[in-house]
């Protein structure tokens, strides 16, 4: 099956850097990457996702990139601001898989004023 | 607000009992996935339901169970608790379903947190 891994666990900056977090895959089938954004208690709220016909998409202070031969993507968020601080999720997914999504472990990201 | 509801928000039980979970999908949303976020495990992939058929199983024990009904709400009943169960249980919604060649955007329900003593 499916195996996500994501980098780093925990992500700290000062308000106005980037933040970047990388996420890869194991199955070649998988063609759907969404991103999701948690915040302590709460659902995981979708922010920004990517399918494999695309190699990058942005909205605007975020960003995914994927590269399919690599079977790697990464989230990009600029100009952080405190309210960024959170735990984000990588996931992916196929139809094969019965589009179940498979997570990473998160990454914890503390945006400092 | 996503639009898929959940019900109970808390649940504490006592190990040895049985509860049951419940998750209404966004309105058009056929298919309904259910989802375990414990510490230690983050989030785990349970089960999906599309339009009442059982269509995929992740690490699902087999103490619990699901279902989906005629108005496709669904329920996860989970049975003979033990510490170890106490997690967030999310359930997603989505429109598509497996095998029709696409994978679609699944959204979450606030959850429920289950607390097992």
């Known amino acids: 099956g499916e195996n996500v891994e994501q980098h780093p666990s925990t992500l700290s900056v000062q308000e106005g850097d980037s933040a970047v977090i990388k996420c890869t895959y194991s199955d070649s089938a998988s063609n759907y990457f969404p991103w999701y954004k948690q915040e302590l208690g709460k659902r995981p709220q979708l922010i920004i996702d990517?399918?494999?016909?695309?190699g990058e998409k942005k909205d605007q202070r975020i960003a995914v990139t994927l590269n399919k031969t690599a079977k790697h993507f990464s989230l990009h968020i600029t100009e952080t601001q405190p309210e960024d601080s959170a735990v984000y999720f990588c996931a992916a997914s196929g139809a094969a898989a019965g589009n179940k999504l498979t997570f990473g472990g998160g990454t914890r990201v503390l945006v400092k004023p | 607000d996503s639009g898929v509801t959940q019900t109970p928000k808390h649940l504490i039980t006592a190990t040895g009992q049985r509860v049951t979970l419940r998750c209404s999908p966004r309105?058009?949303?056929?298919?309904v996935y259910w989802y375990q976020q414990s510490l230690d495990q983050g989030l785990q992939f349970l089960i999906q339901y599309y339009n009442g058929e059982e269509r995929a199983k992740g690490n699902i024990l087999e103490r619990f169970s699901a279902q989906q009904f005629p108005d496709l709400h669904s329920e996860l009943n989970l049975s003979s608790l033990e510490l170890g169960d106490s997690a967030l249980y999310f359930c997603?919604?989505?429109?598509?379903?497996w095998g029709l060649g696409s994978t679609d955007t699944q959204y979450f329900g606030p959850g429920t947190r289950l607390t097992v003593l």
């Open positions: 990517i399918r494999s016909n695309v």
């Open positions: 997603a919604s989505s429109v598509l379903s």
């Open positions: 309105s058009g949303d056929l298919s």
